[in-house]
């Protein structure tokens, strides 16, 4: 339901002047300037008023009254411009009429519509109809007579109504805000009122379009008739949506709190709500290109439907492990290397975390190795980083701790020298037979039998060989008496062969040595 506007203070009629030139002159002011919007009330003919009595105060010159111009009161041309004129809105007129304080009338021009609504006067439909008219006394012409002057301390001084002692106030649950909608939607607000108690008003809401100018729309009303306090009247209005090339967006809602009394609408308070963008508030959309569709004009061949096969199942890599890294001694340093036990190459990144400034990066093959880095002497902390197929970040530290790669100066020991000779070959004498032992198993003690011979177990063991005698005319050799063992007959190659490793390990003490000497003097 479109709402109402105030009534410029131009527009509202004047309480009537006594003048009895011409019978146009009696009408309002209103229905003169305008001739389109025709009062529903037929024109008071003279010849049906009534003896006018003589008024005390105003003396009336006598003059001839004009008859009434038919152009104006005849019936007939109010029906026929109102139905050759469907654009024309009834509207209820607040009048300042003590007896007729509402009145029906038709408006055509929308300027004129809205400065009615301005003013307070509402459209009239089914649920907001305009009180019945009330029929005005007839007003009583003066009796003309030559002698009356009517003089300018004899007019009539309207008489205003009293004002009414309420108050009332209306808000919007919101304030003012931003609103990042780049397409259009709708938009509601919400209006509190507040009222003494048991007093009802009438609240007037609207909305409009205030920007981008090319959207501006016409202003909407809304009447709510006995509102009361603590009703709260939601509306709702359109948002345009943001367009590219646009620099501010808004709309505007409005409300008018006013209490009818008397024929007179006492406007109360006043809201508004303003819900706006600009390109502060969120990015602005891009325009995109419209390619239009092209028609074909051919006539398209059946299509033939040609079977594919199906797509081959990817096999799931397995999952990725991580690269293992390892140390070993190079001369004067300590190499470190990494292994990928992965099936694909392994970019990675290395650093050494005693000394940043040394790092590089490589890539080391599938199932492969690769030396990175060598530190010097001492302990080294290395870092290998690298990433997953699925980008995560994945890193192992190497260290070498406390292995330096020195070997200690080790004094070489004396060996004792097997002096020259042969040692008899001891010879096991043939009637040297082990006498069998017998042995009780070990278990709980057992009574023997006396009618039972006695059980007896051999054990087969293999007798040490004993040294013979040594001859009588031979060197006796080397013996070790404690064990019994014969270490006085060795061979020749083995005799070789143990100085030789003597003397290689000699050699080997020596050169580590030197090398350890010439790696501490640099």
């Known amino acids: 339901m479109v709402n109402t506007t105030a ?22 002011p209103a229905e003169i300037q305008e001739p389109e919007e025709m009062p529903t009330q037929e024109p008071q003919e003279t010849s049906e008023s009534p003896e006018p009595e003589e008024s005390p105060t105003a003396e009336p010159v006598i003059e001839e009254s004009p008859e009434p111009t038919e152009e104006v009161f005849s019936e007939e041309t109010d029906n026929s411009s109102i139905q050759n004129d469907e654009r024309k809105t009834i509207v209820c007129h607040l009048t300042s009429s003590p007896t007729n304080p509402f009145e029906e009338i038709e ?31 007839p007003t009583p012409l003066p009796q003309p007579t030559a002698t009356l002057q009517p003089t300018a301390t004899l007019q009539p001084t309207p008489t205003l109504p009293v004002q009414p002692d309420i108050t009332g106030s209306i808000e919007f649950t919101t304030g003012d805000y931003s609103i990042c909608q780049l397409t259009p939607t709708t938009i509601t607000a919400t209006v509190r009122v507040s009222l003494p108690e048991g007093v009802t008003a009438r609240l007037q809401t609207s909305y409009y379009i205030v920007n981008p100018p090319n959207k501006f729309s016409p202003t909407t009303y809304w009447v709510y008739n006995n509102v009361s306090d603590g009703d709260e009247i939601t509306v709702q209005g359109l948002w345009p949506g943001v367009d590219p090339g646009d620099s501010v967006v808004e709309i505007h809602f409005g409300a008018r709190l006013s209490y009818p009394e008397n024929g007179i609408d006492t406007e109360l308070d006043t809201a508004g709500l303003d819900v706006y963008w600009y390109p502060w508030v969120c990015n602005l959309p891009t325009a995109t290109p419209t390619v239009p569709t092209p028609t074909p004009t051919a006539t398209l061949a059946t299509p033939t439907v040609t079977p594919t096969e199906p797509a081959p199942t990817p096999t799931p890599l397995p999952d990725p492990q991580d690269l293992e890294t390892s140390y070993f001694c190079a001369g004067d340093g300590v190499q470190f290397s990494v292994f990928n036990p992965n099936a694909y190459a392994v970019a ?13 990066s490589g890539s080391v093959p599938a199932g492969e190795s690769l030396m990175f880095f060598k530190g010097p002497v001492g302990t080294n902390n290395v870092r290998v980083s690298w990433l997953l197929p699925n980008e995560t970040p994945m890193s192992v530290d190497a260290t070498n701790g406390s292995d330096f790669c020195i070997d200690e100066e080790v004094t070489p020991t004396p060996t004792a020298t097997q002096p020259s000779g042969s040692n008899p070959t001891p010879t096991q004498p043939s009637e040297s037979n082990p006498t069998p032992t017998a042995t009780q198993p070990a278990g709980p003690a057992v009574t023997p039998d006396p009618g039972d011979p006695p059980s007896i177990t051999t054990i087969q063991e293999d007798p040490l060989p004993t040294l013979a005698p040594p001859a009588a005319g031979g060197d006796p050799g080397a013996l070790i008496p404690v064990t019994g063992g014969d270490f006085s007959a060795g ?3 083995h005799q070789l062969f143990l100085n030789l490793g003597l003397v290689f390990l000699g050699m080997a003490f020596v050169l580590n040595g030197v090398t350890n000497r010439m790696a501490k003097s640099k």
């Open 107 to 137: 408006v055509a021009n929308p300027s004129v519509l809205d400065a009615h609504l301005a003013h307070g006067d509402w459209i009239v439909d089914a649920n907001n109809p305009c009180p019945p008219l009330q029929a005005d006394e």
């Open 348 to 360: 990675f990144d290395w650093q050494s975390l005693d000394d940043p400034s040394q790092n590089g």
């Open 7 to 28: 009534l410029a203070d131009s527009d509202q009629p004047e309480n009537p002047i006594p003048v009895i030139e011409t019978l146009e002159e009696e009408q309002p």
């Open 491 to 493: 061979s020749l190659a």
